[in-house]
C-alpha cells in the first residue's frame, strides 16, 4: 500500500485540474461552497413546502392549481426579475448584491414556520425568497471570471454546472432525512442557517478577493523599484519579427573591485533598456485607407474597464434612480434585438427553444410526483420520501450523464453535438414510457419503474442542457451570446415551464381526467418532441462546423458590442481593405481574401470573380 504524505497529496491534487482549482485558488473554492450551501437549503425548504401543502390540499377542490402554483412560485421570478437581476449587478458590487441577498433569504425562510397553516402565505414568503435567489444568482455566475484565470475558466464552468445538478441529489436526500427525522420546522431552520453560511462564505470571498489585490500590488510596485527585470522580454514566437541586439548584461553589474563609491557611479551610469513593443504585422499606410467609407461600423468612445474591488458604485439613491430604469430598458431592447435575431436564424432557434421543450415535461413531472408522493407512492408514511428519492436519482442521473458522455463519446464536432441532442430526446422519450408504464404496475413494481423512468428521463434532460448550452455558445455571435442564453435559460424555459404546470393543475381540478391518462399525454408530448429534434438533426446534417448567421439588417451585426471590439473591427477592416488596394492589381489571386471580408462584415454569400481588371476603389466601394 502507497504511503500517504504531504507530498502525494500535493501530486494528486496538481494531477486533477477540478480539485486543484479548488485547492490552490481562494476566491473560487469560497465562491463555489457558497453556491452548494445555498443551493442544498433551497431542496430542504422545496421537500418541506411541497409535502406539507400536498397533505393539506389532497383532498380540496384545488389541489392541482394549489401545486401548479407552488411551481409558479418557484419559476416566475426568475423569469421577472432575471432582467433587474442582471442591471443591477453590473451597477454594483456582485459580492454585495450575494451577500444582501443571502441576509434576506436567511429572514424570510424562516418566516415559514409562522405561515405554515395558510397555503397563501406560503406561496407568497417561496415567491419572496426566490426573488431574491433571481439576484443571488447572476451575480455568482458573473463573478467567476473574475476569480478565475482565463485558463481555467473551461474546468470553472464545468464544476459551476455540475455542483447545480449534484445539489439536486444532496439537497433531496437531506431534505426526505430532515422530514422523516425531525419534520419541516427543521428544514426550514437548516435552510436559513445554510443561508447564513453561503455569506460567510461570500464574506471571506471579498476578504480573499482583497489579499490577492494586495499580493498583485506588491509584486508591481517590485518591479518599480527593481527597474531592471524590464530588460528581458519574453517573444513567443520570433519567426519575421525583427529583434534588436540584446543588452550586455555584464554592464549591468558593478564590478566588484572598485569600492562602493565607484559602485554607485557605475550603477549610476547603468542605462536600462525599456521594453519596446513590437508588433508583428505592420498596418498598410494610412493614406490608402483614408476614403474607405465605414459607415456601417459604429463606432463609440473607448469604456475604461475597472478593477473588482472599484466596481462598487457610490453614486446615492439619485444615481440609481436614474440608472436602473435607463440600463433596463438597454436590456429590453437588448433582448428584442436577440428575439429579432433567433427568429432569422432557424437553427439557433430551435436549439435555444430545447430546454423550453424540457421544461414543459418537468413542470408537468413535478406535479405528478407530488401527488403520488402523498397517494399512490407513499413511503414509510411520509410523502416527503418518496419525493426526496426520485428526485435525488435524477439529480444523480442528470450530472452523471454530460461526465459519463465526454470520457465515453467526446463529442467535439457540430455535427456530433447536434447527433448527440437528437441521442438525448430519444433517451427521455425512453425514460417517459418506462415512467408511463410503472401505472400498469402495483405498488413496488410500479414504484421501481417509475423511479427508473424518471432517472432515464433525467439522464437524457441533462444531456439537453448541457449540450444545447455548448451548441449555441459555439454558434452565436460574440455580441448575441449573453441574450440568446438569457431567452434560452430564462424567459423560453421559465415560461413553458409555468404554463405547463398551471394547465396541468386546471385539468386536475376541473377535468375527469385521471393522472394516468395526463403521464399518457406526457408520453406523447415527449415522442413528438423527438421526432421533431430527429427531423432537425436531418435537414440542418450538413451545415457546417461554423455556423454563420443570417442578419436581417446590418446594424443588427454590431448591435451590443464594446467599443473596444467595435474598434478593433475598425482596425481589422481598415488593414484588410488597404491590403486589397495595395495588392489587387498585382495579385488577383487574393479572391479568398475578399471573400473573406464580404462573409465576415457583410453577412451573405458573394461570389467574387478573379478580373484582374476591376479596379480597387471599384472592388473596396462595393465591399463597403
Excluded at 195 to 205: D, F, K
Excluded at 413 to 433: K, Q, V
Excluded at 486 to 511: H, K, N, Q, R
Aim: aromatic share 10%.
Amino acid at each position: 500500500m502507497p504511503s500517504l504524505s504531504l507530498n502525494s497529496i500535493r501530486e494528486y491534487v496538481h494531477k486533477h485540474e477540478y480539485i486543484n482549482i479548488l485547492w490552490k485558488n481562494a476566491p473560487f473554492r469560497y465562491l463555489f461552497i457558497s453556491g452548494i450551501i445555498s443551493r442544498i437549503g433551497d431542496f430542504l425548504t422545496f421537500i418541506a413546502i411541497s409535502s406539507r401543502l400536498e397533505e393539506e390540499t389532497q383532498n380540496s377542490q384545488y389541489n392541482g392549481l394549489t401545486l401548479s402554483l407552488l411551481v409558479v412560485s418557484l419559476v416566475l421570478p426568475q423569469v421577472v426579475f432575471s432582467p433587474w437581476a442582471g442591471v443591477l449587478a453590473d451597477l454594483m458590487d456582485k459580492r454585495i448584491v450575494m451577500l444582501i441577498s443571502d441576509l434576506f433569504r436567511a429572514c424570510i425562510v424562516l418566516l415559514f414556520l409562522v405561515t405554515e397553516n395558510s397555503t397563501i402565505l406560503v406561496l407568497l414568503v417561496l415567491f419572496a425568497c426566490e426573488v431574491f435567489a433571481s439576484f443571488f444568482n447572476p451575480s455568482r455566475e458573473g463573478l467567476i471570471p473574475f476569480v478565475v484565470p482565463e485558463k481555467d475558466l473551461d474546468v470553472a464552468n464545468a464544476m459551476d454546472a455540475l455542483m447545480w445538478m449534484s445539489c439536486s441529489f444532496l439537497g433531496s436526500t437531506f431534505g426526505g432525512i430532515t422530514m422523516l427525522v425531525a419534520g419541516s420546522t427543521m428544514c426550514y431552520i437548516l435552510d436559513s442557517i445554510t443561508y447564513l453560511i453561503s455569506a460567510v462564505c461570500v464574506v471571506l470571498l471579498i476578504f480573499a478577493m482583497r489579499r490577492s489585490d494586495r499580493e498583485n500590488q506588491d509584486g508591481l510596485e517590485l518591479l518599480e523599484d527593481a527597474p531592471e527585470i524590464e530588460d528581458i522580454v519574453l517573444i513567443d514566437s520570433a519567426e519575421d519579427v525583427e529583434t534588436k541586439e540584446e543588452p550586455n548584461v555584464d554592464a549591468l553589474e558593478p564590478d566588484a573591485s572598485n569600492d562602493g563609491a565607484n559602485n554607485d557611479n557605475t550603477h549610476m551610469q547603468m542605462e536600462v533598456v525599456q521594453p519596446q513593443l513590437i508588433e508583428v504585422a505592420t498596418p498598410p499606410d494610412s493614406s490608402l485607407l483614408s476614403d474607405i467609407p465605414l459607415s456601417d461600423v459604429d463606432l463609440e468612445l473607448p469604456i475604461e474597464e475597472k478593477p473588482m474591488m472599484e466596481m462598487t458604485r457610490m453614486g446615492g439613491a439619485k444615481f440609481y434612480l436614474r440608472k436602473i430604469p435607463t440600463e433596463f430598458m438597454n436590456q429590453i431592447t437588448a433582448h428584442i434585438y436577440g428575439v429579432v435575431f433567433l427568429a432569422t436564424n432557424p437553427f439557433l432557434l430551435t436549439v435555444a427553444l430545447a430546454k423550453a421543450f424540457q421544461s414543459s415535461i418537468w413542470g408537468t413531472l413535478d406535479i405528478v410526483i407530488i401527488i403520488f408522493s402523498s397517494g399512490r407512492y407513499r413511503m414509510l408514511d411520509n410523502p416527503a420520501v418518496f419525493m426526496s428519492v426520485v428526485r435525488a436519482c435524477m439529480g444523480l442521473t442528470s450530472g452523471v450523464s454530460p461526465v459519463l458522455l465526454e470520457r465515453i463519446v467526446k463529442p467535439t464536432s457540430a455535427l456530433a453535438m447536434r447527433r448527440t441532442l437528437s441521442f438525448s430526446h430519444l433517451l427521455m422519450s425512453l425514460g417517459m414510457l418506462i415512467t408511463f408504464l410503472a401505472t400498469f404496475f402495483g405498488y413496488y413494481v410500479g414504484i421501481v419503474f417509475f423511479i427508473g423512468g424518471a432517472a432515464t428521463l433525467a439522464y437524457g434532460g441533462g444531456m439537453v442542457w448541457v449540450y444545447s448550452t455548448i451548441i449555441l455558445q459555439k454558434n452565436s455571435p460574440e455580441n448575441y451570446v449573453g441574450r440568446i442564453m438569457s431567452f434560452d435559460m430564462g424567459f423560453a424555459a421559465g415560461a413553458i415551464e409555468c404554463g405547463s404546470a398551471v394547465l396541468v393543475g386546471f385539468l386536475i381540478d376541473f377535468t375527469s381526467v385521471s393522472m394516468d391518462i395526463i403521464i399518457a399525454i406526457l408520453m406523447g408530448f415527449t415522442l413528438m418532441v423527438t421526432i421533431f429534434w430527429l427531423i432537425h438533426y436531418a435537414h440542418f446534417k450538413k451545415l457546417p462546423e461554423q455556423y454563420e448567421p443570417t442578419w436581417l439588417f446590418n446594424s443588427m451585426r454590431y448591435s451590443g458590442l464594446s467599443a473596444d471590439r467595435k474598434q478593433e473591427m475598425h482596425r481589422d477592416l481598415q488593414a484588410q481593405k488597404g491590403i486589397i488596394m495595395e495588392n489587387w492589381t498585382a495579385n488577383p489571386e487574393l479572391d479568398h481574401i475578399a471573400k473573406s471580408i464580404i462573409d465576415r462584415h457583410q453577412g451573405t454569400k458573394v461570389e467574387v470573380d478573379s478580373d484582374p481588371d476591376v479596379s480597387a476603389d471599384e472592388f473596396v466601394e462595393e465591399t463597403a
